[in-house]
């Protein structure tokens, strides 16, 4: 591998690190606030009578943040739920053509998701849409969720065009690991 494309690699790796630490602290300090305001508000609700007004609609805000935050990095990671019952049948050329396949399909898919919510967030932004308790304006959330998207299509990008080999390796030393510690 020459300089510059080494460069780049490197680069290219500790921004997507970096970017990968950002999300899952962010959906770490979501479940945390999620937890705490559960808390509180049952504390509230049978000690004091005091419920604290709009608990469920913030928790439900942080519940898609949270799930949207962590998509990109469970995606490149590439630990969605997978059942391989014929995995070893299929020679490994075809399962990595059938990877690629999956993984250029899966960009348009989060794509199409990701246009599809801007657009509802453009809308909500015009029409100053807010939450129904606490008036918290919902477009601002659509397009953090959009970004999520957009983010996650660009990973499946990513994943479709590098070699797959790599991705190979580490799965099967994950698979290991994870067979190692049952």
């Given amino acids: 591998m020459n300089r510059p494309a080494s460069l780049a690699a490197r680069l290219w790796c500790n921004s997507a690190a970096v970017l990968q630490r950002l999300l899952d602290r962010l959906a770490a300090l979501m479940l945390i606030l999620m937890m705490l305001l559960t808390t509180v508000d049952v504390v509230g609700r049978y000690l004091f009578n005091r419920p604290v007004t709009g608990s469920a609609e913030l928790i439900e805000i942080m519940l898609a943040a949270m799930i949207f935050c962590v998509l990109p990095t469970i995606t490149w990671q590439q630990e969605h ?31 199409y998701m990701a246009m599809t919510v801007w657009k509802l967030a453009e809308r909500a932004a ?27 299509a660009f990973t499946f990008l990513v994943l ?22 049952l």
Wanted: charged fraction near 20%.
């Fill in 160 to 181: 479709g065009v590098i070699s797959t080999r790599v991705a190979y390796t580490g799965q099967q030393q994950g698979n290991q690991r994870e067979a190692v510690s």
């Fill in 126 to 152: 015009r029409y100053e849409t807010v939450t129904e308790y606490l008036a918290i304006p919902t477009s601002g959330i659509m397009f953090f969720i959009a970004g999520c998207l957009w983010l996650t």
């Fill in 81 to 111: 739920v997978a059942v391989d019952l014929t995995e070893h049948l299929l020679p490994r050329r075809l399962r990595q053509l059938r990877d690629r396949l999956y993984h250029l399909l899966m960009v348009v898919g989060a794509a």
